[in-house]
């Protein structure tokens, strides 16, 4: 199959015309390099673009078997990928391979030129798209992970990689004949995988996702000092589309998430009845999309640390984070979402990983191959994980409480599954015990339609069963309804403002809560639709009540 580099080889690796040049000239320094020199070394965070006016640059990557050439840029080609906008640690060394005279662009100026030159700014964020993708696609970058597909470990680690866009080698115990000398190398013992080799030196035995970020230079670096007009908290469809258009107005927002961008709709494999995608959309695709759009605008995303507490009783609003940090905001935007509720199954959470799942995407997929799965739940992830699951799986269950689909999935996921034979659907059934050792191995269901006890040998359970809000961290800060949810805009009455001490003679604006200035949008919003289109419509209409806070 023709890799990406072959196929478009002329976007990933564009030539300047000499008019671009002389514009790029007035953002950066013309400076002369000797050949050999190295410009930067992968793991820095170098930050800069070089610009190649004379002489050729060599960009290198490191892999198991030593170092290979990506690219060589002549004269016209420029540096860079999607780190180098973000202000991330470098996934490629950069060398000089012939003497020249190079323009320096620094992250700064890069950043500002990106947001004023349209046409040239087209030029470079397709390019960087595309180079990070064929770096993921070829595996290019120093992280490597060993684990095990027995290991619950091993299968968040990959989550997170993957869904964060970060090139990895991924080496199993009990199939890569490699694996032994790589533990050798490094003296670890295979009792203790997972681990992450990270800038090919570094190891980390089953790191936390925060852990592993700070490892990878995945964030920018930034001053806890620093007052931002927004604080995002969450980087789902709703807090990206907030952050898009308040970074494309000027304010400056820090966006804040635990695992990856895209929420619940990141995991999803397509989305179809998203406007302007008639062929569908990944869920992972549109985040990646929409992070891209979000920090061409100049937003920082800090990933891996959780927000903690969220102290409103002041202004600027104070957010603790897991780590330690204190981030400071003249507003707040809680775009925190919801997760999927966990049944009362015994030795569910022993099984988390290792058989019960909460996504359905490539990485998931390729566990369960041609083997018989299981879905629990009967809203649209549930429609879409069946459907996608059942192009590789021998036989999909779809177990659902109720007596059908229609009041809780769209007619297009229903009419697919009803029309696929290896979609079962289970009505009135529920799940009420998990068995096996260090994997699950089988399950017992109840089925009440037959009014009788099954047994099913099954090593994988999707469970995609209703929406439980992350609100844990805003305790006694904002009003949340019965289930937990954010109070915002009518739905906030005369005892929840009284007990929020609202002292303002307005109303709350619509998605406000009961804190002048903090927002809720999304599915953690109580009364949210709980679709896409609705959560990115939330999140951009918070911004433009969310100046009108800024301008009291």
């Known amino acids: 199959m023709a890799t990406l580099a072959e196929t478009r080889r002329a976007d990933m690796f564009p030539t300047l015309s000499s008019a671009h040049i002389e514009r790029l000239r007035a953002h950066g320094d013309l400076r002369h390099f000797a050949a050999g020199e190295v410009l930067s070394q992968s793991g820095e965070r170098e930050g800069r673009m070089l610009v190649v006016v004379s002489g050729a640059v060599e960009i290198l990557r490191a892999t198991l078997s030593g170092e290979e050439r990506v690219t060589l840029h002549g004269p016209g080609e420029f540096t860079g990928e999607m780190s180098t906008l973000r202000g991330a640690r470098s996934l490629v060394r950069i060398r000089m391979h012939e003497a020249g005279q190079l323009i320096v662009i620094d992250h700064d100026n890069l950043r500002r030129f990106v947001q004023t030159d349209s046409e040239i700014s087209e030029i470079f964020m397709r390019a960087f798209i595309l180079r990070r993708m064929g770096l993921i696609e070829t595996h290019g970058g120093d992280v490597i992970l060993v684990g095990s597909h027995h290991s619950a470990g091993t299968l968040r680690l990959q989550q997170f990689l993957t869904r964060n866009g970060m090139p990895y080698q991924s080496l199993d115990v009990e199939t890569d004949l490699s694996v032994e000398a790589m533990l050798e190398r490094f003296h670890v013992a295979a009792s203790e995988i997972p681990i992450v080799v990270c800038q090919s030196k570094k190891i980390l035995k089953n790191p936390s996702n925060a852990e592993l970020a700070e490892c990878l230079g995945m964030n920018p670096e930034y001053s806890d000092a620093t007052l931002r007009d927004v604080l995002v908290v969450g980087a789902g469809p709703a ?167 229609s009041e809780s999935m769209s007619r297009y996921l229903i009419r697919r599954i009803e029309d696929n034979p290896k979609i079962v659907l289970h009505t009135r059934t529920e799940l009420t015990a998990l068995e096996g050792t260090d994997h699950l191995e089988r399950v017992r269901w109840h089925d009440a339609v037959a009014g009788k006890d099954g047994e099913r040998d099954v090593r994988h359970v ?16 904002v009003p949340l309804d019965e289930r937990g949810f954010v109070r915002t805009g009518t739905d906030l009455h005369a005892e929840h403002l009284l007990a929020a001490q609202w002292q303002l003679p307005r109303a709350p604006y619509l998605m406000e809560t009961g804190v002048p200035g903090i927002f809720a949008v999304g599915d953690v919003r109580s009364g949210s639709v709980k679709r896409v289109a609705s959560a990115v419509g939330e999140g951009s209409i918070s911004i433009q009540l969310l100046h009108r806070v800024l301008q009291e």
Not at 309 to 315: F, I
Not at 334 to 344: D, P, T, V
Not at 462 to 477: D, E, I, S, Y
């Open 239 to 405: 807090g990206l589309a907030a952050a898009v258009y308040a970074a494309s107005e000027g304010l400056d927002v820090l966006v804040l998430e635990t695992t990856a961008a895209g929420g619940q709709a990141g995991s999803s494999s397509k989305i179809e009845n998203y406007l302007g995608f008639p062929t569908g959309i990944s869920g992972r695709a549109l985040a990646a999309r929409a992070l891209d759009q979000a920090q061409k605008f100049g937003v920082d995303v800090e990933i891996g640390n959780s927000a903690v507490s969220l102290r409103c009783d002041r202004r600027p609003y104070e957010l603790e984070l897991s780590n330690g940090h204190t981030v400071r905001g003249r507003a707040v935007v809680i775009a925190s979402g919801a997760e999927y509720r966990q049944l009362a199954l015994p030795n569910l959470t022993r099984f988390v990983g290792v058989g019960v799942y909460y996504a359905a995407t490539t990485v998931e997929s390729k566990l369960c191959t041609n083997e018989e799965v299981i879905v629990v739940g009967g809203a649209n992830s549930a429609g879409q994980a069946a459907v996608f699951l059942a192009g590789s799986c021998r036989v999909v269950n779809v177990l659902i409480r109720g007596p059908g689909l």
């Open 462 to 477: 999707f469970m995609m069963t209703g929406a439980v809000p992350n609100t844990r961290w805003l305790q006694g800060c």
